[in-house]
């Protein structure tokens, strides 16, 4: 072991006349680990938050969007999809369509997007179908057999009958002479939804109910515009753990929802999944190239292009505010190793007696000072990764998904976030040592042992 350091071990572990110094040093080390604790656990948040919302983001929606700027619908998108799909980087494509409805079972009534698309190719470009919780998306595969009965019509018919809150197309069947097999053949002809699990329980719907979606895409008519509305069958209940999709969005077959917004074979948007999200930005601009003049893209960074830089605002509010606990442990740190130089005025006069160089001196003071700053980093980074394991692993705290969009705090340790919490406080220590170590050095033996 160094000189330096053995009486800067020394020197820590001694028993002093004044115990106000050794509880200082305590206090310094708590002041470190509590700081450094802090700053890992409040770092991990800021990654799982990042992490969960981008993964979930991403697997939930597409990576790049291609559309019309005019907003009239993709005409024969099925050359250009296959011409797309086979660009650079892009992996998956899959036709869709997303409109604004109004769903409704009796008095209650949600509005929510209703995303028209193609099962099979929806599952290679989002992850959205693979949450289906209760009941299936097998429904919602196009069948090759006869064309379904059109439930379509419009609000001022007199079908739409929602007394005493019956369903529509439902209740009126009870009433006829219809067996109760008729009925269910209805029901069963009606075409399939797939609900998110928020909106869902809003409505009371569970597997098999039937709700109206109404579009306010109407039909002109001698009254004015009129809304068209559809009856679905709920064939299937999603659950993303992200309540935005959970609480508004709606899945159907595209041929069902062209069929209600009276489509005929337009689709509104090609959603394509690439290799690197990363690159997302300029697969975008190749693909608008690639599709001609009247489209533009859309990509998962500018969609949620607030989102993050909100987070990455918070990320440096993090640091800045949790490092000024560290800051103050190396207030704590300047004043002990002042006191310290105080109470060993002789001790320092007698080494330098001995031959002990004045840089040997101020290394002694400087070793005690980062020994303190190792110590408080060592116990904080154990105290905040181990909090942070519990915190992610057992998911203790938890949210209100209406306000935060997932139920618990995720949390994210990286080792990256270590490494530089622990460069920052071995160096706010050191930087803390500079002063009373400079001045320990400049001791006169002479002056400091007149009195002795």
């Known amino acids: ?83 797309l799909s086979k660009q650079p980087h892009v992996v998956a494509a899959a036709p869709a369509i997303f409109e604004q409805v109004l769903i409704s079972i009796g008095p209650r009534a949600r509005g929510a997007v209703l995303k028209g698309m193609v099962p099979a190719d929806e599952r290679r470009v989002g992850d959205l179908l693979s ?74 719907a569970t597997i098999g109910s039937v709700v109206l979606v109404t579009s306010p895409q109407g039909e002109l008519t001698p009254f004015g515009m009129v809304p068209k509305y ?47 999200i990363d690159k ?59 006191m310290m130089v105080m109470e060993k005025t002789k001790d320092i006069a007698v080494l330098l007696s001995m031959g002990t160089r004045r840089s040997q001196v101020r290394n002694i003071f400087i070793a005690q000072g980062v020994l303190i700053g190792v110590i408080g980093t060592a116990i904080g980074l154990l105290l905040g990764y181990a909090i942070s394991y519990a915190g992610g692993h057992y998911h203790m705290i938890s949210l209100s998904p209406e306000v935060y969009s997932i139920d618990y705090v995720p949390f994210a340790p990286r080792l990256k976030d270590g490494v530089w919490v622990v460069l920052v406080a071995v160096g706010v220590s050191f930087v803390a040592t500079l002063y009373p170590s400079w001045s320990a050095g400049r001791t006169l033996p002479a002056e400091a042992l007149r009195y002795e």
Do not use: C
């Open 1 to 83: 072991m160094r000189f330096e350091l053995f009486i800067a071990t020394r020197y820590l572990r001694a028993k002093r006349r004044q115990a106000f110094i050794g509880i200082i040093t305590g206090i310094s080390i708590i002041g470190v680990a509590a700081g450094v604790a802090s700053l890992i656990v409040a770092l991990a948040i800021n990654n799982g938050f990042r992490q969960d919302l981008q993964e979930r983001l991403i697997g939930s929606t597409s990576h790049v969007s291609l559309l019309r700027v005019a907003d009239d619908g993709i005409k024969d998108w099925p050359p250009l999809l296959d011409q």
């Open 131 to 204: 949450t289906i919780k209760e009941g299936s998306a097998a429904a919602l595969e196009e069948s090759p057999s006869a064309p379904e009965e059109d439930h379509t019509g419009t609000a001022a018919s007199p079908a739409l009958s929602l007394s005493k809150g019956a369903v529509p197309g439902v209740s009126a069947t009870m009433n006829s002479p219809d067996s109760l097999a008729g009925v269910h053949a209805r029901v069963a002809a009606m075409p399939p939804i797939i609900l998110g699990k928020d909106m869902a329980d809003n409505l009371g």
């Open 230 to 276: 559809s009856r679905f069958r709920v064939v299937g209940i999603f659950n993303s753990g992200f309540y935005d999709y959970d609480s508004s969005w709606a899945f159907t077959r595209l041929s069902d929802a062209q069929r209600l917004f009276g489509l005929g074979d337009l689709i509104s948007v090609i959603e394509f999944r690439v290799d690197d």
């Open 280 to 338: 997302a930005d300029i697969v975008s601009r190749q693909l608008e190239d690639a599709a001609g003049k009247g489209f533009m893209t859309t990509n998962w960074k500018e969609q949620n292009k607030a989102l993050f830089h909100a987070l990455n605002m918070e990320r440096l509010v993090t640091y800045i505010t949790v490092g000024l606990i560290v800051f103050v442990a190396a207030l704590n740190i300047l004043i002990s190793l002042i």
